[in-house]
């Protein structure tokens, strides 16, 4: 992944490096930059920002946090997140030694 500050005309096809208000709402962190996007951009008067090109066999978060997401499914659960993998879906109640 490349991560570079470019002039907001410059920045199609890339993806967002971190989330911006505009006066048509959030741009969010990781989207991918088109025309409208640019648009809104300069409209709220960012004239730089920080992108990121990926490069080949690159993933984007957004993919790597669904996959990740996948491999804490556990198999029987009903599609419901076993987050500390014994099937407990709270963490456990802190104890007090004395």
């Given at each position: 992944?490349?991560c570079?500050?470019?002039?907001?005309?410059d920045?199609?096809?890339?993806?967002?490096?971190?989330?911006?208000?505009?006066?048509?709402?959030i741009?969010?962190?990781?989207?991918?930059?088109?025309?409208?996007?640019?648009?809104?951009?300069?409209?709220a008067?960012?004239?730089?920002?920080?992108?990121?090109r990926?490069?080949?066999?690159?993933?984007d978060?957004?993919?790597?946090a669904?996959?990740?997401?996948?491999?804490?499914?556990?198999?029987?659960?009903?599609g419901?997140?076993?987050?500390?993998?014994?099937?407990?879906?709270?963490?456990?109640?802190?104890?007090?030694?004395?």
């Amino acid at each position: 992944m490349i991560c570079a500050q470019l002039p907001t005309e410059d920045a199609d096809g890339l993806l967002l490096g971190h989330s911006v208000n505009t006066t048509h709402g959030i741009l969010r962190k990781g989207l991918h930059l088109s025309g409208s996007n640019i648009d809104s951009l300069k409209q709220a008067g960012v004239d730089h920002n920080w992108c990121a090109r990926l490069e080949p066999g690159d993933v984007d978060e957004n993919t790597v946090a669904t996959r990740i997401a996948k491999c804490n499914l556990r198999a029987g659960s009903g599609g419901h997140p076993q987050p500390y993998g014994d099937g407990v879906t709270s963490p456990p109640t802190p104890t007090r030694r004395s």
